[in-house]
RNA sequence: GGGGAGAUUCCCGAGCGGUCAAAGGGGGCAGACUGUAAAUCUGUUGGCUUUCGCCUUCGAAGGUUCAAAUCCUUCUCUCCCCA
């Protein structure tokens, strides 16, 4: 099999290939150009968008041609995959305000440099699509009846499917066509919930060009208690750091369940295959030491090796060790008002560490709350400026979440 | 267009005139145990005050009643059947 179509098999890339023996041919006989697609339908891509783009890295490296296609066509009208509801059509504008900032997000993680690695949006030849002309040209090539056995229809059929949102598929197909007719596009890859869709824009290139391409897909990742991976109470994992700052992401890693560990660090690391398996053998203290790197190699491939330390060195900080405080979630208070005094409700709430002030007081009653690590047991407890130690201070919730606050004039 | 069913607190889902801040489950949070893991057990889970209590919530707006999530009217939305 063709060595990097392997890399991607043994890293637990490959869900499905619609012609394995055929496409490791064809990349045995030269670079071939593939691209991965993805909506701009939020503000910044989340941890999810990135599995099919650390693929999109390791064919890069391996000398292939990848074209990160933005949806700025598509996104306009929504993609029923996986979806169990209709979504919510966001505004032109929207759409390539948030384009920008995927791109953005991608040049940092891919290095677009127009030949190995580029952009394009579908925008480009969707906005002003003729539709007569479409369905003559490729509306004619697909089958409702076909269409509607497709799991990801079939699914919405029980709530309710818009016109629209059908046709995503055909736009999907025809993207393809267009890449392969521009660039000579051979390949997409992408989530598994976009066999559908992928498989109908190779038919569609079989019929109206006669040539043969592929299409490869890669597992939904979840985490081993069933959860979409990347979830957080918050919402998801951005890559956006004034969305989920980097030390939140680092934290996300650092605890993900014994049994995740070794399927991260082959996807979302770069880290050899072969070392990945190792630290990810290892038993109790070993393997929680396997987690801080696997945080570490994350952090640093989306926001660099600096944040990546700094977040590594607040977690030590955070939990009974050497590090800089500095770096954890911080607020500020002005000194006066510790001069007044703070009720402990109130500074875990500004913290935000309470949800409001009943909730703090059940965190204070229930043990979880201390200051500078003393626990709190007074809910009427007042902190002053004798807490203070070096103007700051440290909250912490239960045993995880901390924030320091400083004092300030 | 006609007929039927339904909208409940983060989610699912009971409740069908007072005893309802609203069962149960899930999820979340906290405690114990630990490895910043999982599993398990315990507690907790609208807000304000914690002592009594008060306030806001059961799709929206009105109405009936001493009293409504529970009854009536209108409206909005969803689903199902027929066209």
């Known amino acids: 099999m063709n060595r990097a179509l392997e890399v991607l098999k043994e890293r637990g890339f490959v869900q499905q290939c619609t012609d394995f023996e055929g496409l490791s041919r064809l990349m045995d006989e030269g670079p071939v150009t593939f691209y991965v697609g993805c909506d701009p339908t939020g503000p910044s891509l989340h941890i999810g968008h990135m599995v099919p783009f650390f693929a999109f890295r390791h064919l890069v490296q391996a000398g292939h041609h990848g074209i990160a296609l933005l949806g700025g066509g598509t996104a306009r009208i929504g993609d029923p995959s996986g979806k169990t509801e209709m979504r919510k059509l966001i505004s032109y504008e929207a759409i390539d305000e948030n384009t920008d900032r995927f791109i953005a997000q991608l040049n940092r993680f891919l290095g677009f440099d127009g030949t190995h690695a580029r952009t394009a949006n579908n925008k480009d030849w969707l906005a002003n699509l003729n539709y007569i002309e479409f369905l003559r040209d490729i509306g004619r090539h697909f089958s409702v009846n076909r269409m509607l056995s497709f799991e990801a229809y079939r699914q919405r059929m029980e709530t309710g499917l818009s016109f629209i949102e059908f046709n995503y598929q055909l736009l999907q197909s025809y993207d393809f066509l267009e890449l392969y007719r521009r660039h000579g596009c051979r390949l997409q890859i992408g989530g598994d919930d976009q066999w559908g869709n992928i498989v109908a824009g190779i038919e569609l290139i079989r019929r109206v060009e006669g040539a043969e391409c592929y299409g490869l897909t890669f597992p939904l990742v979840t985490t081993s208690d069933g959860k979409k991976m990347g979830k957080t109470e918050k919402g998801a994992l951005f890559l956006d750091p004034a969305m989920t700052t980097p030390y939140e992401m680092f934290q996300y890693f650092r605890n993900v369940s014994d049994e995740d560990v070794g399927r991260f660090l082959l996807m979302f690391t770069f ?83 309470a949800a409001s002030r009943s909730d703090a007081r059940r965190l204070v009653q229930q043990g979880g709350a201390s200051i500078n690590g003393e626990r709190v047991m007074d809910e009427k407890a007042v902190v002053t400026l004798a807490h203070l130690q070096e103007g700051a201070l440290m909250l912490r919730a239960g045993k995880k979440r901390v924030c320091r606050v400083v004092c300030t004039e």
Do not use: M, Y
């Open 271 to 353: 880290i050899p295959t072969e070392e990945c398996r190792r630290l990810a053998a290892g038993k109790d203290a070993e393997l929680n030491r396997a987690k801080e790197r696997l945080a570490w190699e994350v952090t640093a491939l989306i926001h660099g090796k600096e944040e990546a330390d700094k977040a590594l060195t607040a977690a030590h900080a955070a939990f009974g060790g050497e590090g800089d405080v500095s770096q954890l979630p911080t607020v500020e208070i002005e000194r006066s008002r510790f001069e007044e005094g703070i009720g402990v409700l109130d500074i875990f709430v500004t913290a935000g560490l």
